[in-house]
């Protein structure tokens, strides 16, 4: 266990270092790569592992070539490459024992986030030398920390597989943030016959190292979209009438999505998170560019805003005579996890030394696209949950401070070597 726990330690700190955005992960898709390659795993990548078309918010071609031309110089083998160029990152690895038993899934996402790390004295990362070295991208979230306990499982699976029965599918899922990953694994069918899911989160709440949240209540629907105003330019002195104001119709629009009524049938969210306008004082502005999302407790509620919330920017648009674009970017369900694999985790973890609160439920926290694969392997017969393993923060996630208690990565690889374990018995 502690050879596992320390490598997961190290590939953390490399992974820490390479922080790639939803579907660029091509550096990161390599690291993991060539941790696993030479296991009994059979591996899938590109568009063996995802379907390009159930892929949300992709970036552009301008910026996946960056992406490739980043990767290729690190390292990355053209033949990778070659596979993952297209956006199409992450890993699938499949092992079956040949044994009858449960096909069991676990999901681990690798994703960082477009956020400048901190360089601070009080920031470890940049104390010991392992912080971002991708400007603007960070691992401000955990992920790097997901990536490397996925890796300690696959390894103690390969390493125990002649004791083992059943099968095992572990999706290194791309493009977690934003919600616009999971769905493309999902519909590849990698979930289709899972009797047994296991995916995870370390921190989100502020407990002491050691605590285990068997399953997650409260995630939260939602919808990410984009907003485009187009309007047309004119000179603001000479001919103001001539022009039609793509920033006034973009602002009118953010503060009016902010007046939607909230619901009574349960909590709703929205948020406005980005808004780019305008190339000068005396230039009537044609262009705007908005990125906002919805959230709600229930899809209908979710639903519910994101309508008032067309209604809002058509409304906008119309007022200043500009025309507009929505696009959806990213989208998740809500999702329920399974009591049964509480009990399972209960029994598992019993004799687990690094363990000392095993609390049965524990906030979610906010949206996760790996709600749709909770849903799809309830939806055919299997059970699932998404467990927590928090530790004290010294800063919130998404934060430029952001850290992850590399004490949390010992809990969590036991914990799910002892569940795999668990579903082993006779």
């Known amino acids: ?32 790569l060539k941790e696993v390659e030479d296991t009994s795993f059979t591996l899938y990548l590109g568009s063996d592992a995802t379907d390009i078309n159930a892929q949300m918010g992709r970036p552009s071609e301008a910026e996946l070539l960056k992406a490739c031309e980043r990767a290729e110089s690190f390292g990355v083998d053209k033949d990778t490459l070659d596979k993952i160029r297209n956006g199409e990152t992450g890993i699938v690895a499949v ?47 955990g992920h790097d920390a997901h990536a490397s306990i996925g890796v300690a499982l696959l390894k103690y699976i390969d390493t125990n597989k002649d004791e083992l029965k059943g099968k095992y599918t572990i999706i290194f899922q791309a493009a977690e943030e934003g919600l616009r990953g999971a769905n493309g694994y999902v519909q590849k069918g990698w979930l289709d016959t899972v009797d047994y899911f296991f995916t995870s989160h370390v921190g989100l709440v502020p407990l002491k190292v050691g605590t285990v949240n ?19 330019s004119a000179h603001a002195g000479a001919e103001p009438n001539a022009g039609k104001n793509a920033l006034l119709a973009a602002s009118n629009a953010a503060v009016n999505l902010n007046a939607i009524s909230r619901h009574r049938d349960g909590a709703t969210r929205l948020n406005v998170g980005k808004l780019e306008a305008g190339s000068g004082r005396n230039v009537i502005p044609d262009y705007a560019f908005m990125m906002c999302e919805v959230r709600g407790e229930k899809d209908e509620l979710t639903e519910y805003m994101y309508e008032r919330a067309e209604a809002v920017i058509k409304g906008a648009a119309l007022m200043y005579d500009c025309d507009y ?37 524990g906030p979610a926290g906010g949206s996760e696209d790996a709600t749709y694969m909770i849903n799809r392997v309830q939806k055919n017969n299997g059970k699932a949950t998404y467990m927590t393993f928090p530790y004290e923060l010294k800063a919130g996630h998404h934060h430029p401070e952001f850290d992850v208690d590399e004490a949390v990565l010992g809990v969590a690889i036991s914990t799910y070597i002892d569940i795999v374990n668990e579903l082993n018995k006779d």
């Open 325 to 361: 674009k929505i696009r959806l970017m990213g989208n998740a369900s809500t999702a329920v996890c399974d009591d049964e694999l509480v009990d399972v985790i209960k029994r598992a973890t019993v004799n687990n030394s690094y363990i000392t609160q095993l609390n049965e439920e």
């Open 1 to 32: 266990m502690k050879t596992l726990i320390d490598e997961a330690k190290t590939l953390r700190r490399t992974l820490h270092q390479y922080p790639e955005v939803g579907f660029t992960e091509m550096i990161t898709t390599y690291l993991i």
């Open 95 to 141: 092992l079956d024992t040949g044994v009858e038993g449960p096909h069991v899934g676990f999901r681990f996402d690798i994703d960082g986030l477009p956020i400048t790390e901190a360089e601070k004295d009080s920031h470890i990362p940049f104390v010991e030398g392992f912080k971002s070295k991708h400007d603007g991208e960070m691992h401000a979230c």
């Open 214 to 232: 068997a399953k997650s209540k409260g995630f939260l629907s939602s919808k990410k979209f984009d907003v485009e105003f187009y309007g047309k």
